[in-house]
């Protein structure tokens, strides 16, 4: 993103209570031990689109409602439990059933993916059984604080039995998963590992929970589940990818973004680094310092993207709890003493996996990346959330966009900004990125062909397509672009007022 401009006042972010949402974990005793039901979510999911996941979603309405009316559903989690019940009949054609589970008649199914409120009376109607006794609840995760949204999630837990009984699968009348498979925890993690799959971040670490807890348990699920059930536990390390761990810092960024991702970079059994530690309070120093102590490889240094405040730390403080060397650009050595300047092209080999440099200006001078086979490290190229300014005093519209264009030739395997949640399609971003850009920079080159000459006039004018755009914001943005089209040599300045080049 970048430091506000100065002199523009931003509303700081509001957060309200995170929203309930329930997926459920469904396992089988399959022909090679315990398998693990994962839907591969469709490109055009909101959330973790192309990604493994669980099935499950929001609780709603007429999730409240079946609480209510249903007497099978009374305990805790009840809400919960209804939700999850709902979206397994919707996304699976499945239900609970005995010490397993069964098919829903086709026509039930249909009936509630066209309309979900007719679960309910369905139930109620005894369409099919509402048993809750055989879920288990296996821990309950509130998402970062580095998206616009908080979801208070509980992770429900059935097993369905033998393989051999487990009814087959029909996906065509429902849109959010393109395919399912059934895989044991331990292949689904090295195929992850390995970066041949994508599965969202609460779906790894408790797989890694489950394999870990199976192995205590003779490959048990029922007491595994009945062990992890017991224990609720919570979120340890969110992990982006294998190699990318991010732990979110509390900054005074961009809005709507409030936190800007620090992540440990490399081998998660070997030398690894911590990308813009941008640590100013004790309790995130302490958060941080927690992670490093809990990862199993060594510290190697400490490397900053750029030198914006947003991304850079309270130098006493990080020096109090990690004493090791500060890797940057040559631009970034001028705001923070660095031990290592790093160069276009340079490999950070960090135990087993290896990282290259990539030094991308344009949002800011001497700007870093970091490609490796899990993705793109970008630090403020793109955002998760919200935009990225480009400072008409440190940035440069046109290089920026050379930048993008470059990023997205390198086709990364994902993409882990410094604002925001992991992007899953990293050249749907980029290139939305690019048209976005190349859009405002040819209003704002429009409304100085139409006779307006004030950065005030053209700003109201280039965003008259976004309302709600910030006026301080629109109008440092449209100085970068004026400024842009300047170097190009198609505007020319005089006097603080803008013409076509051959005007002046």
């Known amino acids: 993103m970048s430091e506000v401009p100065a002199g523009v006042q931003l509303p700081a972010p509001q957060r309200g209570q995170p929203r309930p949402t329930a997926t459920m974990t469904i396992t ?13 979510r469709s490109p055009t999911m909101r959330a973790f689109p192309s990604y493994w996941a669980f099935p499950g979603g929001g609780v709603s309405s007429v999730d409240r409602a079946a609480v209510e009316n249903l007497p099978e559903l009374e305990g805790q989690e009840a809400a919960s439990i209804a939700c999850i019940l709902r979206e397994m009949s919707e996304e699976l054609g499945l239900y609970p059933y005995g010490n397993g589970v069964a098919a829903l008649p086709d026509d039930v199914r249909r009936s509630i993916v066209d ?34 949204v908080q979801f208070d999630n509980a992770f429900l837990h059935v097993h369905a039995g033998p393989w051999e009984t487990v009814p087959d699968i029909d996906l065509e009348p429902q849109t959010e998963f393109t395919e399912v498979m059934w895989s044991p925890p331990a292949e689904i993690l090295a195929r992850w590992r390995a970066h041949e799959i994508k599965v969202a971040p609460p779906v790894v670490t408790l797989l890694m929970e489950i394999e870990r807890t199976l192995d205590r348990f003779d ?3 029922g007491q595994a589940a009945d062990d992890i059930a017991a ?45 813009d530690p941008a ?43 990690f004493d090791v060397p500060i890797w940057g650009s040559e631009h970034t050595a001028r705001s923070v003493p660095c031990d290592r300047i790093l160069e276009d092209g340079d490999i950070l080999q960090l135990g087993e996996q290896a990282w290259t440099v990539l030094i991308t200006p344009g949002h800011h001078p001497g700007h870093v990346c970091l490609l490796g086979e899990a993705g793109l490290v970008a630090g403020d190229m793109v955002a998760g959330i919200g935009t990225i300014l480009i400072p008409p005093g440190s940035g440069d519209m046109n ?38 850009r190349k859009a405002r920079h040819a209003r704002v080159f429009a409304a100085v062909q139409g006779g307006l000459t004030t950065v005030e ?22 100085l970068s672009h004026l400024l842009a089209h300047e170097a190009s040599g198609n505007l020319a300045s005089k006097n603080g007022e803008w013409f076509l080049k051959e005007v002046v």
């Not at 309309?115 to 055989?134: E, H, I, M, Y």
């Not at 992990?239 to 970079?265: Q, R, S």
């Not at 510290?299 to 709890?321: I, K, N, W």
């Not at 994902?414 to 980029?430: N, Y």
């Open 28 to 40: 089988r005793d399959g022909p090679k031990g315990v398998e693990v039901l994962l839907g591969l």
């Open 115 to 148: 309309d979900k409120t007719q679960w309910l009376p369905l139930a109620k109607a005894g369409a099919f059984p509402v048993d809750r006794r055989q879920i288990k609840t296996l821990s309950h995760r509130i998402t970062p604080p580095f998206g616009p």
């Open 219 to 221: 490959r048990d699920m």
């Open 231 to 275: 224990r609720l536990p919570g979120r340890r390390s969110i992990l982006f990818a294998h190699g990318v761990e991010v732990v979110p810092i509390k900054t005074a960024t961009l809005p709507p973004a409030d936190h800007t991702n620090c992540y440990l970079v490399g081998d998660p059994e070997g030398a690894f680094v911590l990308v």
């Open 279 to 321: 640590i100013r309070m004790r309790e995130d120093m302490e958060a941080l310092a927690t992670a490093v102590e809990r990862h199993r490889g060594r510290l190697e240094a400490v490397v900053f993207t750029h030198s914006h405040g947003d991304h850079l730390a309270d130098m006493s403080l990080l020096r109090e709890a």
């Open 399 to 436: 290089t920026y966009l050379e930048q993008l264009e470059r990023l997205k030739a390198l086709q990364p395997h994902l993409v882990f900004p410094s604002h925001g949640p992991v992007v899953a399609i990293p050249e749907r971003l980029i290139q939305h990125y690019i048209d976005h």
């Open 457 to 478: 006039s053209i700003a109201k004018q280039a965003y008259a397509d976004s309302p709600d755009a910030h006026p301080g914001l629109a109008v440092d943005q449209t």
